[in-house]
């Protein structure tokens, strides 16, 4: 059974920094690429940022490039992201996700985490 | 970026219902459109994928069509479970966007 359970998140004054982690299992994780999305407290799904399967190439959204790091550790199954310079509207329950694809990045997401709550506020 | 709209944002339906949802691209996205269903509290779930093509596990009550700019999401007979809200999501070019939402409520 895939499961993706995220961690790290919690309390951070603005200007902060967080990194959450992302445990994957039941699947071969080097296989496959990987995303965040946030989703703000009552509103919808915002993309972050995806990495490849070794960990290669990545992609981040205007809001937060710059400013959150992606990586991964595929001999540990885990997915990170470092986010710095963090701001009041970073606050959201941040999901990590399962590309659909095997190996290609296709930025559709088939498992998602339960998610964790980043909280920005002094 | 490609702007999602989905309509209506709200629908009120019992069970049994017939439903249907509609997603709208900025631009023509092909048949790149995928739909997830997110109840409160909860992680999205991916229903659809590829426009029409229906996800492992996932009842068969639920369809999706279209291409290029126009998508729909239907579910033939609404279940008590079904009560949710709804995303279309484009993942034709980066960033991938998402819909801002359908919530289906209980008449």
């Known amino acids: 059974e895939v499961q993706l359970v995220e961690s790290g998140g919690g309390l951070v004054q603005p200007g902060g920094s967080l990194r959450l982690s992302c445990a994957a299992s039941?699947?071969?994780?080097?296989?496959?690429?990987m995303h965040w999305v946030r989703q703000a407290p009552g509103k919808g799904l915002e993309y972050v940022s995806a990495i490849s399967s070794n960990g290669g190439s990545t992609y981040y959204a205007n809001s937060v490039k710059g400013r959150f790091t992606i990586s991964r550790d595929n001999s540990k199954n885990t997915l990170y992201l470092q986010m710095g310079s963090l701001r009041a509207e970073d606050m959201a329950v941040y999901y990590c996700?399962?590309?659909?694809?095997?190996?290609?990045?296709?930025?559709?997401?088939?498992?998602w985490g339960q998610g964790t709550l980043v909280t920005v506020s002094s | 970026d490609i702007q999602m709209t989905q309509s209506p944002s709200s629908l009120s339906a019992s069970v049994g219902d017939g439903v249907t949802i509609t997603c709208r691209a900025s631009q023509s996205i092909s048949s790149v459109l995928n739909w997830y269903q997110q109840k409160p509290g909860k992680a999205p779930n991916l229903l659809i994928y590829a426009a029409s093509s229906l996800q492992s596990g996932v009842p068969s009550r639920f369809s999706g069509s279209g291409s290029g700019t126009e998508f729909t999401l239907t579910i033939s007979s609404l279940q008590p479970e079904d009560f949710a809200t709804y995303y279309c999501q484009q993942s034709y070019s980066t960033p991938p966007t998402f819909g801002g939402g359908t919530k289906v409520e209980i008449k």
């Open positions: 039941g699947f071969t994780f080097s296989s496959y690429a």
């Open positions: 996700a399962r590309d659909g694809s095997y190996y290609d990045i296709t930025y559709y997401f088939d498992y």
